[in-house]
């Protein structure tokens, strides 16, 4: 899975990260906790690209039981249904999907998964950075980690008050930093796999 060694070692997957999507609880334009809606298009488009940097699961957190039982028929259509055989590649990708209620669920999953304990990591681009790409890099090595993602306007408060690693932000050209969700995930996997810090 990995070449021996961290220093200047190239990892060849990111089989012992996994990444979580939370819905809850995240922030809305006002600041207030909510929880967000599930959306298609994020799903999709992070699975795949998981999937490509061999991300080893996709965890979508949500407690809402309509948000989960939506991500359900999408996925039977897409593992089981036609859409399995209309796309066999979508279906390889939305495979990595598991649905937790919570981020302490899909935490102890990803433990169970990979027999170790995970490094959760969280993400925001208003926080300040603890943990730097190259940092977490390193740290695939010897332990799996949790890659924390939040919706909405953002993980709560409450989720960054654990004390858990925030990883080093992706700054644009300017003062404007708003990127879709699934275009940040694309970007994280790519400096985590590609040693671009």
């Known amino acids: 899975m990995f070449d021996q060694g961290t220093q200047g070692a190239q990892l060849v997957s990111l089989s012992s990260l996994a990444v979580v999507l939370l819905h809850a609880p995240v922030l809305d334009r006002r600041g207030d906790t909510v929880s967000s809606a599930v959306t298609n298009l994020d799903l999709h488009d992070i699975a795949r ?8 699961r996709f965890y979508i957190v ?18 089981d249904g036609h859409g399995a055989e209309y796309n066999p590649k979508r279906k390889q990708a939305l495979a990595l999907i598991s649905v937790c209620a919570t981020v302490d669920e899909a ?21 300040q950075a603890t943990l730097s790409f190259n940092a977490l890099r390193n740290a695939l090595f010897q332990q799996p980690a949790l890659l924390i993602l939040g919706t909405g306007w953002g993980i709560a408060p409450e989720i960054f008050g654990r004390g858990w690693p925030v990883l080093s932000s992706i700054q644009g050209a300017g003062e404007y930093n708003h990127l879709p969700v699934r275009a940040a995930a694309a ?3 790519d400096r985590l796999l590609q040693n671009r810090e």
């Open 62 to 79: 949500t407690p809402l039981k309509e948000q989960q039982r939506l991500v359900s028929r999408l996925l039977a259509h897409w593992l």
């Open 107 to 127: 935490l102890d999953n990803w433990r169970r998964e990979t027999g170790d304990e995970p490094l959760p990591v969280l993400t925001g681009a208003a926080k």
């Open 187 to 189: 970007i994280m996997f």
């Open 49 to 56: 690209s998981a999937k490509t940097f061999g991300v080893g």
